[in-house]
């Protein structure tokens, strides 16, 4: 059975520090990784990662692939109170669905 | 409009109703999702619409329920006699082919009470 597993489950940060997010999946016929932000209802896209060794980064986001080891890391810099929501790991096998992790809970304290 | 709308954005139904769940797609879209998220997990795939294609209903939980689309536009998740396991958000998303090559917009979600 396909399955993204996130971890940890949840962080507790102050302003400025760095933020490591882990995610790992077994899913057959692999097509793309994609990390998303939640923050209340609807999450919002941050990454689509297909090929491995690849670092995508956006501002103080990144995230990179690696196959070989079946996982993922979104990393945040200099974490800012906004930075605080869930951040989701969904992986996308041939079929056109996408399995979603049971997320990461970040809360970045002032 | 500019993106993925729901409604009702809250419902409050009493055990054994029945609901239903209106999701706009952007336009274009061919691609629509429906998910369930319950309190404090992550997304629970249910089924989803791809153009003229069968849909993929592989995630219902169960026979109570059902979802439809029109064409590429309007979907409804129908769910029949409601029971309180079933109290969650439910986010619908499109996109302009399958997950996975596209990004998915998500909408702000229905969350259903079940009392």
């Known amino acids: 059975e396909d399955k993204v597993v996130q971890s940890p489950l949840s962080l507790v940060v102050h302003e400025g520090d760095t933020v490591t997010l882990n995610c790992s999946y077994e899913?057959?016929?692999?097509?793309?990784l994609l990390w998303y932000k939640q923050e209340k209802k609807a999450p919002t896209f941050l990454f689509m990662l297909t090929s491995s060794g690849i670092e995508k980064k956006s501002g103080r986001l990144s995230s990179i692939l690696d196959k070989k080891e079946l996982s993922s890391i979104l990393n945040i810099t200099a974490t800012q109170t906004g930075d605080s929501a869930i951040y989701l790991c969904?992986?996308?096998?041939?079929?056109?669905?996408?399995?979603f992790g049971q997320g990461t809970t970040l809360q970045v304290k002032p | 409009g500019a993106g993925v709308s729901q409604s009702p954005s809250n419902k409050v139904t009493e055990k054994g109703k029945d609901v239903e769940l209106r999701c706009d797609p952007i336009?274009?879209?061919?691609?629509l999702y429906w998910y369930r998220q319950r309190l404090g997990q992550g997304l629970e795939f249910l089924i989803y619409?791809?153009?003229?294609?069968?849909?993929?209903k592989s995630g219902l939980p169960s026979d109570r329920f059902s979802a439809e689309r029109t064409g590429e536009s309007v979907s409804t998740l129908t769910i029949q006699r409601t029971q309180q396991e079933d109290s969650a958000v439910y986010l619908c998303?499109?996109?302009?082919?399958?997950?996975?090559?596209?990004?998915?917009?998500f909408g702000p979600g229905t969350r259903l009470t079940v009392t």
């Open positions: 969904a992986v996308n096998s041939n079929t056109g669905k996408l399995i």
């Open positions: 899913v057959t016929n692999f097509r793309s």
């Open positions: 619409f791809q153009g003229n294609s069968a849909p993929d």
């Open positions: 336009s274009g879209h061919t691609a």
């Open positions: 998303a499109s996109s302009l082919g399958l997950a996975g090559r596209y990004e998915q917009y």
